[in-house]
């Protein structure tokens, strides 16, 4: 039996037509698009940030936006670095997302994204917006972490954020500087510790002490060590207001006093910034400080030296190697050891009784 011409071209197109859909479907699904993990953020949002909040490992930090400033609320609101802030931020807008590595409820706890077991929970508050949740998890593959937002299941491989990028200690956000001279300009130091008042001079053969006697001879580079302390001074931790008592109180309060120039600081001049230079002014000569200090006692849990500087509204927590020679060092150690007049001179005999 003969098929027409017609039949003929219709049965090819039918197999065309097969063969095709076959082959749409044994494709790969196309890859979505990148989009942005936190909305809210996009468009300047980070910018208008209220809030962020860190928790993990137990400890909890809150930063806040107060008039275009950062403040760590969670320590009585100490000034933060604004600049730290604003790359913590810019790090979550950048965060770009396709399809979910994992949607399962179970799967949360063993990549570290669920609300219990994430290694840090980043809480979000943009001014006009509900806050946003990003739970942060362990490290995956090629640098990435695994992330989730509140309210849903998806979890996310992304790179660019880690947990060390968003630690929970106020000293990572913070200046910790609590006493900074250029040492070439400090010239006297006053120590008043529990052992004995300490008055350090420096004069034209170097560091020594006042009130030194015919006979003392000082150990000028221990005296210079012990000055260089109290001119270079960071804090671990900021543990509140002026009112804060230590865990250990002192029977008196141990005071040092410093005066010299703070370090000079490097200016670009505003032409050369527009211009694309790199040209810098002569280093500023700064006004000479005096730094009064008040060490009230020990936080022991921490090997804290609880201290309060005169003029800051704040109580410090600083690591006690730091503190300890400043706290502890008596005058005879900066002092070479007396000699014994009834010594023996070397070489020689001791009398025939």
Do not use: C
Not at 163 to 187: A, E, G, H, I, Q
Not at 220 to 246: C, M, N, Q, T, Y
């Amino acid at each position: 039996m003969k098929l027409n011409t017609g039949m003929l071209i219709g049965l090819a197109a039918a197999q065309l037509a097969l063969a095709y859909g076959v082959w749409e479907m044994s494709k790969p699904p196309a890859a979505l698009a990148a989009r942005p993990l936190i909305s809210v953020l996009q468009g300047g949002g980070a910018a208008n940030v209220a809030e962020l909040e860190i928790s993990g490992g137990g400890e909890m930090l809150k930063l806040v936006n107060q008039q275009n400033t950062w403040v760590a609320a969670s320590a009585s609101n100490y000034p933060a670095r604004d600049d730290k802030v604003k790359e913590a931020l810019e790090k979550l807008q950048k965060l770009q997302v396709r399809e979910p590595v994992a949607a399962s409820v179970g799967s949360q706890a063993s990549l570290k994204v669920s609300a219990k077991d994430a290694e840090r929970v980043l809480k979000l508050t943009v001014s006009g917006q509900a806050p946003v949740t990003l739970y942060l998890g362990k490290s995956g593959s090629g640098g990435k972490n695994f992330v989730r937002l509140e309210g849903s299941d998806d979890v996310y491989e992304v790179k660019g954020v880690a947990s060390w990028n968003y630690p929970t200690t106020v000293s990572s956000w913070v200046d910790t500087t609590l006493v900074k001279l250029d040492f070439d300009t400090v010239k006297e130091v006053r120590i008043e510790n529990e052992k004995n008042p300490l008055h350090l001079l420096k004069d034209a053969s170097g560091w020594t002490l006042a009130g030194v006697s015919a006979g003392e001879t000082v150990k000028k580079s221990e005296v210079e060590s012990l000055a260089r302390k109290a001119a270079d001074i960071s804090f671990a931790d900021v543990l509140g207001g002026a009112d804060v008592k230590p865990q250990t109180p002192f029977p008196r309060p141990i005071t040092a006093v410093v005066t010299g120039k703070p370090p000079k600081k490097e200016e670009k001049k505003e032409e050369a910034v527009k211009l694309g230079e790199d040209k810098k002014e002569e280093p500023k000569e700064e006004p000479e400080k005096t730094y009064s200090l008040k060490i009230l006692g020990k936080n022991d849990a921490k090997n804290q030296y609880v201290v309060q500087v005169e003029g800051i509204p704040y109580t410090f927590g600083v690591s006690d190697w730091l503190l300890k020679p400043l706290v502890e060092r008596e005058r005879k150690e900066l002092l070479e050891a007396p000699k014994d007049a009834s010594a023996t001179p070397a070489g020689s005999s001791a009398p025939a009784p």
